[in-house]
């Protein structure tokens, strides 16, 4: 009896932590073939982004490949979303660079080192969060930093592979370096290279505006055709690499991706260096963080659409394993991308293990058609990049961010700013910290409104808004905010800027609805205003405290000290101070003051 | 008639920047005998303590003294409070000590040019907060920081002045270093010094704990018992100045103030080198900030007593004008004392203008008294120091903290933690990052309470806590927080959580009467919160939204595409979704699930 209790205890943990037993005993014939035909897809979306976000990292092409393969059979196993595919994303790919760039130049041992320890640093960092359910952290990025973070970003890749593009030199760590460094070296554009990435560039454009109309005109459905427009690059690297290798341009000056290792990556053990690891501590959380943003964010997205569920702290500890595996695996940060998991939604995948089936197509690549990519030219490879990101860029939020919420507005534009003239970085970390502040200054200064009795009920509303009766002797505030540290001097000012001009006042009373949280140093500063109000000769009560307040303000000394009484209603004080004033406020009497406008 | 209204709001304001010329007027003979004799009283309290504060700060002894006439004169004129008195303080001139010292070494010209310029800084830091409003910041040391911080601070004070008390050399930079360097130089004790020292710190106990008893037996009243304890300190200092000259005890070793300057400070131009005032930007913002949040809270409590007002703000300003003036007279920063402005209230000072004679009383001291304390034992001093600051440290507000809030507990104890062991600034600094931490780490797991009718009733409870019916197609929920960036996820995870295992659910509603804020990224989340339960087919509605967010959400997309509606009550929105639940609570039907516990 107990052993069979254990074991369910058991299998139900395991289950938790390897969702892989709740998919994988059902799994059939049906799903093979239908998860298969999904891979099929996935894989050739994927040859290219995997190639372009390895040079975008400042990494040789392959390390792309060796990235999607290993984090995907990971999440297959770990990960709790049905349709999330892990692999090289444009941005993580960026910060990469960057953090990898601050210790070595590109192409060194170290570098590579760099991002093989970044991708691992992630991973444990990832895992850890899961394990300690410290998924909320990635809540400190808000809506409008990264979504002003991901527009900057897009903008520096974006013009970061405009160098490739055009066959000229260009670098730096942010979008403004960049731009100046393209201005520098505009005069020396190599004119074939140019000619190839400006066609790719216009190609690509073409399929991802033009192609899917077309193809719906010729009665294709739209699932098909938006997985052809996905696929699309394809076509312009078969295209390019035929027009290289018959016309001989790599010996024109066109830089070509040349030799990729054959093979399947070795499983290595990551530099185990602790001075590296502390080193890239920082830029590995931030990309730890905003590749979960991002994961989690198009996870439930894709999971609400079946009713599926998605865990969110499981994820974190799959994302971990993903990024774990690809730094064994020779590969660099991964996390789950927008494009790629909405066609592997699209196309129909049922489980986890289309992403088994699109590692092993990418294993089947390393293994037999990287020689085919020998002449593939890197101006197409940045080509794709600049298409993929510039869907990235969002201004338009600006505006809407601006019409909805002048605060979150500022965190974003700031973002952005800094972001394209700083860098990285420093733009997101302005970012968080200007949402914080800014947060911590709207609740420094809370709402707070006299209120009065709506005459014929128990109702207590504005007197600026509704018509209601007051009594001189009784203050009647409403406080719409949590009482803690940024707004606890506040109440304190306005209750002494209240009382101070006014001898008639005999109570103060506080109704506390909105009241959701009381913290010490609020504690402190109702004791310093009750004792103050004492001195003065007034009451002061507190209404509507809610239950789990009042639970704490039970232990303090607070309730002993209080001149005035806790009332469960705000109707309630006022009778017990005036029962007339309570009662009658249909006829209405002399001695009332009606307040209203 | 222009004129004439020209005039009087030229008046007004000139009234609120000037609040000399709202009690100077009204000025007569009474008060000004009055003021006089508790300007006595605070001078005698106030020389010593401006030498060993000064001594604290790591300056020569006159500096205490300058830094204790222009600002008086100066608040006299801004200030509100008609109690404060302002000077050298003991945790402000650690913090100068503490700030210079990493600048240059003490007895150096750079040391004594850093003190001014932080005086300097920090007036216009405040000066500059209070003209922009932005009080608020202060806001940001919660009451358990502060507290932790002065705790720790009294510690290190106390354990640094053991080292005059008892003849021994002993430095470091936080209570940990300094303790380590007593314990090492312990067998080098001066004997004569520490007779001196140790006597000193008997007496001045033993007045402090003993002497007002004392007083009260003999019928002395009790506020005049409180001044003569106050002033205590001047005996220790008479005496010991005769012993060290009647025995010659300097020549022995016993370590004396010896030659102070005299004569009134010159009026000096502080040195305008920016590159320094960047390089204490961050402490004198703290010293700013720490000397403000002490000043205002006694303010505001001298002041409640006698139903008078403080002006934050104007108090930012008319600290900032005593700073600078401290800087362009040779003194080192200054705010409002805790004791003093307590004697100085006690002894019923009526106006300001008190703190004009004290800065007389110190000027005739610099004039004609400084070659009286040449022989004055450093150790008394010190021993006067250590008496004052003890009643700083304060472990008891731990436990209080403790068992009323574990979050505010915590950030209280690292605060003095990492002060003892690391320092000031990083004690500080920790505290606050960390209250902040604290904060939004609350708000982002908010409450939120499925909730039910309580038959008979429109009133909807948390099903947990009270009886209440509810209908298996609903989901009501009560988020009792503002929704805001640390929580929006949180928000999505816990719907998409309740709604995946439930095939039931055709309605999810969210009573909000306790939402003070949705930002945009709360916005986002509610957005595709509601596209999700629309893919799976469950309406989303809103209930009890305030006015303010209402007015917000109205310029917003996500009312057009809310798949429910907007209800003013949450019966409201039951009672059109299922009329027969909402009406008939009180005969239950056989489809109702009664929910409770």
């Known amino acids: 009896m107990e052993k069979a209790k254990f074991k369910e205890r058991t299998t139900k943990v ?104 970044l991708a691992l640093v992630s991973g444990l960092l990832l895992a850890a969060m899961g394990f300690l359910k410290l998924g909320f952290l990635a809540n400190f990025l808000s809506h409008p930093v990264i979504s002003g973070f991901i527009t900057a970003s897009g903008l520096q890749i974006a013009a970061g592979q405009l160098g490739p593009v055009l066959g000229i030199h260009a670098e730096g760590e942010s979008f403004l370096e960049i731009v100046i460094s393209l201005v520098k070296s505009i005069s020396s554009v190599h004119w074939i290279t140019a000619a190839i990435g400006i066609g790719s560039l216009v190609f690509l454009f073409a399929v991802r505006s033009g192609l899917k109309p077309l193809l719906l005109r010729l009665k294709i459905g739209p699932k098909v055709a938006d997985i052809i427009v996905k696929i699309g690059p394809v076509a312009a690297i078969v295209v390019t690499i035929l027009l290289v290798w018959g016309l001989g341009l790599n010996d024109k000056g066109v830089r070509i991706v040349g030799k990729v290792p054959e093979g399947l990556p070795k499983i290595t053990m990551p530099p185990l260096d602790f001075e590296l690891w502390l080193k890239i501590l920082v830029p590995a959380l ?70 088994v089936f699109t590692a092993v197509g990418i294993g089947l690549t390393t293994l037999f058609l990287t020689r085919l990519l020998f002449f593939l030219p890197n101006a197409v490879l940045a080509a794709t990049i600049i298409v993929a990101v510039l869907s990235l860029v969002d201004f338009h939020a600006l505006k809407v961010t601006w019409s909805y919420s002048k605060a979150d507005f500022a965190a974003m534009l700031a973002t952005i700013v800094i972001t394209l003239i700083e860098g990285i970085e420093p733009g997101l970390i302005t970012g968080v910290t200007l949402s914080i502040f800014l947060h911590l200054y709207k609740t420094s200064r809370p709402h707070v409104a006299t209120v009065g009795q709506i005459p014929g009920t128990e109702t207590f509303r504005n007197v600026k808004r509704h018509k209601v009766v007051t009594d001189p002797h009784i203050l009647s505030l409403r406080v719409d905010e949590s009482l803690y540290f940024p707004n606890a001097r506040f109440l304190e000012d306005l209750i002494n800027d209240k009382v101070s001009g006014n001898p008639d006042i005999q109570h103060v009373i506080l109704e506390c609805p909105a009241v959701n949280d009381i913290d010490y140093s609020a504690l402190e500063s109702l004791e310093a205003i009750n004792s103050r109000l004492k001195d003065g000769g007034i009451d002061l009560h507190l209404t509507e405290v809610k239950g789990p307040i009042m639970d704490r303000l039970e232990k303090s000394h607070f309730l002993k000290e209080l001149t005035g009484k806790v009332h469960l209603r705000h109707y309630d004080a006022i009778a017990s101070i005036n029962p007339d004033l309570a009662l009658t406020t249909r006829k209405r009497k002399s001695h009332l003051e009606p307040l209203s406008e």
Chains 1, 2 share one sequence.
């Open 14 to 117: 395991l289950k938790s932590y390897l969702p892989i037993l709740q998919w994988g005993p059902q799994y059939n014939k049906k799903t093979f073939f239908n998860d298969l035909m999904v891979a099929v897809i996935v894989t050739m979306m994927l040859i290219p982004q995997s190639l372009a976000y390895a040079l975008l990292a400042g990494l040789p092409p392959e390390v792309g490949l060796y990235a999607s393969m290993a984090p995907l059979i990971l999440y297959a196993i770990f990960g709790t979303s049905r349709s999330l595919a892990v692999g090289p994303v444009a941005v993580a790919s960026l910060m990469t660079a960057a953090a990898a760039g601050q210790l070595a130049s590109q192409g060194t041992e170290e570098y590579y080192g760099a991002a093989i320890a």
């Open 286 to 355: 931030l990309i730890s963080i905003v590749g979960y943003v991002e994961s989690i964010s198009v996870a439930l997205t894709l999971a609400a659409k079946k009713r599926q569920r998605v865990d969110p702290d499981q994820e974190l500890i799959a994302l971990g394993a993903a990024n774990i595996g690809s730094a064994v695996s020779g590969g660099f940060p991964v996390t789950g991308g927008f494009s790629r998991s909405v066609v592997n939604f699209d196309a129909g995948a049922e489980t986890p293990a289309a992403g």
